[in-house]
Each structure stands twice: as structure tokens, then as C-alpha cells.
């Protein structure tokens, strides 16, 4: 149902922007979604990096705040992460999440690693 892209190796302070698309879901149900991008570094628990309600309020952890920009394209199905100012910790594999409120859907995540 999710297709991440857009990981990839950067330096510190590189930017990347991650997309996933929904392509097989329904419109009105990805219109409706809590949309949200997670990571998971080597030997770490998966986290919440940032999300989107449906109602477009967004939240980020602590640690990406005014680096890092979740967004959404209706017509295409497609949420985005636009990472900037780009760190070492950053490092991890990103997966896109869909919350229909009755099911997570989840993409097949995408490598990102910065380098110092």
C-alpha cells in the first residue's frame, strides 16, 4: 500500500527529502489519515518523528523541530519529509505510516545516513 523513497547518504548539514505515496489506497481514506513518518537507528526502539492529522495540525520530536517538515499531497496520495540541517543521530531507517483509526499501514521503509 506504501512506497517510501528518498533515503540515501548525505553529509551533516546535507538536506534529503523523503516521499511516500498511497497509491493503492482509497482518497478518502488517506484524506482522513493521521499521516507520520518514523525511524528506527541500529539497536534502538522505532520512533515517532513527525506527524500529520488530517485536520493538517503536525507534531515533531524534540530533536528535529525546526530542521524537519512533514507535509502531504492529497491529490497524489503522497506524504513528504523534507529534512534538513541534517546530523549524525539523524541516521536511521524511515518508514511512512498511515493510521486509518482502525488499521496502520505501514511502507517498507527507506536508509538514511549522515556522515560528520
Known amino acids: 500500500q506504501l512506497q517510501a523513497s528518498g533515503g540515501g547518504s548525505v553529509q551533516a548539514g546535507g538536506t534529503l527529502k523523503l516521499s511516500c505515496l498511497a497509491s493503492?489506497?482509497?482518497?478518502?481514506?488517506?484524506?482522513?489519515?493521521?499521516l507520520a513518518w518514523y525511524r528506527q537507528a541500529p539497536g534502538k526502539q522505532r520512533e515517532l518523528v513527525a506527524d500529520?492529522?488530517?485536520?493538517?495540525?503536525?507534531n515533531y520530536q524534540d530533536s528535529v523541530k525546526g530542521r524537519f517538515t512533514i507535509s502531504k499531497n492529497n491529490a497524489k496520495k503522497a506524504v513528504y519529509l523534507q529534512m534538513n540541517s541534517l546530523e549524525p543521530e539523524d541516521t536511521a531507517v524511515y518508514y511512512c505510516?498511515?493510521?486509518?483509526?482502525?488499521?496502520?499501514?505501514w511502507g517498507q521503509g527507506t536508509q538514511v545516513t549522515v556522515s560528520s
Open positions: 493503492g489506497m482509497i482518497w478518502s481514506t488517506f484524506t482522513s489519515s493521521r
Open positions: 500529520l492529522t488530517s485536520g493538517g495540525s503536525t
Open positions: 505510516n498511515v493510521e486509518t483509526g482502525s488499521r496502520d499501514y
